[in-house]
Every structure is written in structure tokens, then in C-alpha cells.
């Protein structure tokens, strides 16, 4: 086990040194100079080269690749070409908001797939399967920035019953921030929570047919304490799978959702800073968004070796 467990660590270990060179490779090689973006065409080389050296670009590559690196352990991510403020804390005021954007997504994706794939797989065959596969089918095709736009034409524009975009700030109220971030959220969660659907229906019509659903029946339970007691427990080993596997998406779906709901969040900060040529910053939001999916990724891996013995020792299933 700790061999298994020591082998994933060193894996997710070497994986993220090597995103990380990616990462600061490509950011090294984009054409323009910070410094002189920050300055404007107006600027002296003199002043060009006093502002580099004050940013540490002058300093050697070797150099600034471990500064950053080291960053991450000592909270120490250098300061914002655009803002002038340590990125270290810009990230955190903005994780604030990318933080429950995701959780809440990650929420409704989840009660929202888990409900109508079992509700679809109890009326298999039925009009109500029918529907609500096909309306799954619609889930997976349309992206989640347009359900996002729909949405503020007609919850936000048309009905009023949410602000259009923004944010209003956890100062002001747990209420007005969740409202706020409710449409985003929800934006967010329905092609995940598509997904989801189908893959309960599958799981729940594979476990109706084993027989211990057959003996539960047989000792007075009705369909739908069936379904509740034991169905939904042995159907959910893959829905919980996939749920982990799709908070990491979930993440990483807020860099769009942010900005059609103009919501101050990590994602926003990406578009602001690659606009502003603010590459520090840039590189590190996009090492965070990588190792969150990396980490999430190894989390379930290990899991899946806790769970099966074989897949500590190599074996797949049926061997």
C-alpha cells in the first residue's frame, strides 16, 4: 500500500515539475516585453531597462524559474506587472470568488444529474426516459457560456429575479453573494450535470438487475425503497468517480462563465492579465488551474488503489 501510495506521489510529483517547465517556457517565449508594454511606446530604453531591472527580468532564466518555483512554498509569487500588488494575495482575493463558484456548480451539478438519472432509470423505456435522456442529449451539446446568456436574458434581463453580472462582495452578505453567484453556478453545472444523468441511468439499470434487487423485492420492500436502500448505494461507485473527476473541469470552467458574468474570480484575472501582458501572474494562474486538475486527477487514481487491491500491483480487472 505505502509503495503504491509513495509510486502516485512521485508520479503527480514529476508531472507537475514538468507542467511548470512548460509553463514558464511558453511564457518566456511570447513575443513583447513587459516592461516596455507597461511603459508605453513613449519610453526611453533607459527607463525600459531601469523597470526590468526592478521586475527581475534581467536576472537569468535559471534564476527566475526557481524564484517562481520556490514561490509556491514560501508564498512568494512576485508582484503584478499590472496591479503592482503581490500576486500571492491578488490570487487569494480573487480565489474568494472562483472557490465557491466551483463548489456551488459542483453542487448543483451533482443533485441535479443524481436525480434525474434516477428518476430516469426508474421509468426506463418510458416517456419520462425519453425526455429526460434527450434533454441530457441537449445538455451535452450546448456549451455552458450560452446557457450562461440565456440565462441573463431571462432571469436577470426579463424576470429580475437575479443581478446580471458582478459581484457584490461577501462584506455585503452571504445572501447577495450566493444570488450572485447562483445563474454562474448553475450555468456551469448543467452539461456536467448532463453527463451525470446519463451515467447514473446506466449505473442504476446495471444494479436493478442483479439479485439482491430480486431479494429486497421479495422481502416486501417496494420499488422505490428499493431504489433508495440499496440501488442508488451499489450504482453510485462510478457516479462519485466521475463527480470527483468532474470538479477539476469544474475549475477550470469558471475562466469562461467569469467573464460573461463579469465576475471578479481567477478566471477574469487570466484574460485581464494576458491582455495586460502581465505574465507573472499569468503563469502562476495557469500552474494553479493545472495542479488543481493534476491533484484532483491523483486523488481519484490513488483512490481507485485503495478501493481494488489489483490496481496496486499493476493487474486490470478480469485478469
Known sequence: MIAFLARRLVTLLTTLAVAALVIFGVTEVLPGDPAAVMLGLTATPETVAALRAELGLDAPMLVRFLAWIGGFFTGNLGVSYAYRVPV???????????????????????????????????????????????????????????????????????????????????????????????????????????????????????????????????????????????????????????????????VTGTIIIENVFALPGLGRLIFQSVGGHDLVTVKSLVMIYVGCVMVVNAIVDMTYGLIDPRLRFGRGVGR
Open 88 to 250: 500571492a494575495g491578488l490570487i487569494a482575493e480573487r480565489l474568494q470568488v472562483t472557490a465557491p463558484l466551483a463548489l456551488l456548480a459542483s453542487l448543483f451539478a451533482s443533485s441535479i444529474g443524481i436525480t434525474l438519472g434516477a428518476l430516469a432509470a426508474s421509468r426506463a423505456n418510458s416517456a419520462v426516459d425519453s425526455l429526460l435522456m434527450a434533454g441530457a442529449q441537449v445538455g451535452l451539446a450546448i456549451p455552458n457560456f450560452w446557457f450562461g446568456i440565456l440565462m441573463v436574458l431571462v432571469f436577470a434581463i426579463g424576470l429580475g429575479w437575479f443581478p446580471a453580472g458582478g459581484f457584490p462582495g461577501w462584506e455585503s452578505g452571504l445572501l447577495d453573494g450566493l444570488q450572485a453567484l447562483f445563474l454562474p453556478a448553475l450555468a456551469l453545472a448543467l452539461p456536467q450535470a448532463a453527463v451525470l444523468a446519463r451515467l447514473t441511468r446506466t449505473a442504476v439499470l446495471e444494479a436493478l438487475g442483479e439479485d439482491f434487487v430480486r431479494t429486497a423485492r421479495a422481502k416486501g420492500l417496494t420499488a422505490a425503497q428499493t431504489l433508495r436502500r440499496h440501488v442508488l448505494r451499489n450504482a453510485m461507485v462510478p457516479v462519485v468517480t466521475m463527480m470527483a473527476l468532474q470538479f477539476s473541469f469544474l
